[in-house]
């Protein structure tokens, strides 16, 4: 049985323990090549060992496999153990989520979460907790996919939400963090720091909901499972904070500004949750503009950048001023102002017959105006930037600062880039990729 498996593999020095009957024709040529040899039929030590091992993780599985069914049977409501209705996909069945150890740190007030549903949870969660532990204020985050599509802390509004008045900070954090990327933010799950105050979120009965244990520490060591092999690393437990962005390398701008600083934290934190490579613009304690996920680096800071002007774009008083028809809804309208500021509109007709009062055509001048006025954004990068474009790129969109870890053969251009174009560049020491 599973006692003598153990006993004997404990005792690998002189025992040579079999568990696995496929071993048996290769053991019995071992042994009897080496009593053709020696006169004696021994294995060597380390095929004692090879086998030692294949018996205690012979056990093991025994272990996980019993563990496995007492968990279902008997803490399967939730408390350790909970099935989901598929993975990632539908065929992907059967689906689960469970702890070995403890309880699961997180209750169902709703809903029935998803795979991916949870996967958003649990990198939306920490991103909130943080921005929280860094600046002292409440925190929100939109995710989809893997990646924030937004995050902000609670600070005012640049502009108002029409249905809702007097908003808490929490209520603006989370109006700020799905006003990002309005696009994306739509079938997305959030995150937030605090209590929610049911008047200011409106949801359907069978969103899912989930409260965590905000006391809740994962062990040190994660694992995953990949094409059947397991990877194992140290949870990524770095703290972002001020002391991240003290080493300003630029020669014009040696020193962050409080406001540039809180951003920093804000992109930074944003971007240790984001899918690799990423770069994340913010201004006014709010990411702006997210790239996530791309195999290029000025590849991401593009795509960033397009998402943080397409954001300034939406603040000019042309979009402020859009008279909305009452029936028109709420996506409806971010899909209208997306296409009206992007120049994408193709039916004309049916873009007009959403107003009350058709806007004016927001001219190409009108745009270029506008965007001079963008001023004030930090970007931070998961990793350096190998080029001088990305610099180039970014103070196209009123980019302050820049903060990246070095590393680059190219480090002294990006910095003389970001110097004669008035960029604060600063050199963190970490690199925050993320899959």
């Excluded at 803490?75 to 996909?89: K, P, T, V």
């Excluded at 040696?254 to 540039?260: K, L, N, P, R, W």
């Excluded at 290029?296 to 008279?323: M, Q, Y």
């Excluded at 880039?417 to 560049?425: H, L, N, S, T």
Aim: contains cysteine; aromatic residues 10%.
């Amino acid at each position: 049985g599973v006692t003598l498996l153990r006993a004997a593999a404990k005792n690998f020095a002189r025992v040579s323990i079999i568990s696995d009957p496929k071993d048996y024709a290769g053991i019995i040529a071992e042994l009897d090549a080496s009593f053709k040899a020696t006169g004696r039929a021994t294995l060597p030590e380390e095929r004692r060992k090879s086998l030692a091992l294949k018996a205690f993780t012979h056990t093991s599985d025994y272990d996980t496999a019993i563990s496995a069914y007492f968990r279902k049977e008997f803490a399967g409501n939730g408390d350790s153990q909970m099935f989901l209705r598929y993975g990632a996909n539908p065929h992907q069945k059967p689906a689960q989520v469970y702890v070995t150890d403890s309880k699961l740190p997180f209750k169902v007030l709703a809903g029935s979460p998803g795979y991916i549903n949870l996967l958003d949870a649990l990198n939306a969660w920490p991103l909130v907790k943080e921005l929280k532990q860094a600046l002292g204020l409440p925190a929100a985050a939109s995710f989809k996919h893997g990646s924030p599509a937004g995050a902000a802390v609670g600070l005012p509004l640049l502009y108002f939400v029409d249905d809702i008045a007097n908003l808490s900070p929490l209520a603006t954090a989370y109006a700020r963090a799905r006003g990002a990327d309005r696009m994306s933010s739509f079938g997305d799950w959030i995150a937030l720091s605090d209590i929610i105050i049911s008047r200011e979120v409106r949801r359907a009965a069978s969103t899912p909901v989930l409260q965590i244990d905000p006391a809740f520490e994962p062990a040190p060591i994660e694992r995953r499972t990949v094409y059947g092999l397991t990877l194992e690393q140290r949870r990524n437990d770095l703290v972002i904070d001020a002391s991240i962005f003290k080493n300003v390398v630029t020669k014009k701008k040696t020193a962050v500004s409080e406001a540039a600083l809180r951003d920093l934290i804000v992109a930074t934190i944003a971007l240790k949750y984001t899918q690799s490579n990423s770069v994340c613009y913010a201004k006014n304690g709010q990411v702006v503009g997210i790239g996530a996920g791309q195999q290029s680096r000025i590849h991401c800071t593009r795509l960033a950048g397009e998402k943080a002007d397409n954001w300034w774009l939406r603040h000019h008083p042309n979009v402020l001023g859009f008279k909305f028809k009452k029936e028109v809804k709420r996506a409806e309208r971010a899909n209208a102002i997306d296409q009206y500021v992007s120049d994408m509109i193709d039916n004309e007709a049916e873009f007009n017959a959403l107003f009350e009062e058709v806007p004016a055509p927001f001219s190409a001048e009108a745009k270029r105006a506008w965007k001079k006025e963008m001023d004030g954004l930090v970007v931070s990068s998961d990793a350096f930037f190998p080029f001088s474009d990305n610099v180039q790129r970014v103070s196209q969109s009123g980019v302050k600062f820049v903060a990246a870890p070095s590393g680059s053969v190219n480090d002294g251009l990006v910095v003389s880039e970001a110097d004669a174009r008035g960029i604060g560049y600063v050199f963190t020491e970490w690199r925050l990729f993320h899959h």
